[in-house]
């Protein structure tokens, strides 16, 4: 598993509260959310529902204060997580894989969600910068995403969304 990867769940999560409507509005939506990566499966209860909500509000403000440059504060933000939700890497194996790196299935759903995204995003930074992270600058939209870091900086979260703004 390339650790980098589990920066979408950090998308993934936060792209869930669209402007009309909360797709993490009960547990049924948060148990489809969690079908991203089956190891996050488990229990769920209305407080880890809560706590999900938080951690995509937590989400946001990192996307958004690396959109808007301020990347202290972006960085605090990722930092903060990592204390609230501590890494315990180890190794797997499964499903025919060679041994790899993973991290520990311990700890609550959202525990575990907010490890690997936050785990995830550290990557990225630490790859590519916080250029990576953005805030897509369409008016009907509102979805984060991660830009590869390469060339200029990208403003939307997909082409149709630059089309519909008559982007560049």
Sequence with gaps: ???????????EL??????AVDALRDLDTLRSLLLIRPHLMGRVTSRDLEA??????????????AAAGAVD???D????LL????????????????WHLHLSEDGSVPDRYAAGAAMGLSLVVGARGFRALGVCAADDCDNVFLADGSGKRRRYCSPACRKR????
């Excluded at 204390?83 to 060679?98: K, V, Y």
């Excluded at 703004?165 to 560049?168: L, R, W």
């Design 14 to 19: 936060v792209n869930t509260r669209e402007p």
């Design 73 to 75: 504060r972006a960085a």
């Design 1 to 11: 598993m390339d650790l980098v990867s589990y920066a979408d769940l950090a998308v």
């Design 165 to 168: 703004s008559g982007g560049q």
């Design 52 to 65: 999900m909500r938080q951690l995509r509000h937590d989400l946001r403000s990192v996307f958004e204060a």
């Design 83 to 98: 204390l609230r939700h501590p890494i315990h890497p180890a190794l797997s194996n499964h499903d025919g894989q060679e």
């Design 77 to 80: 933000g990722v930092n903060q």
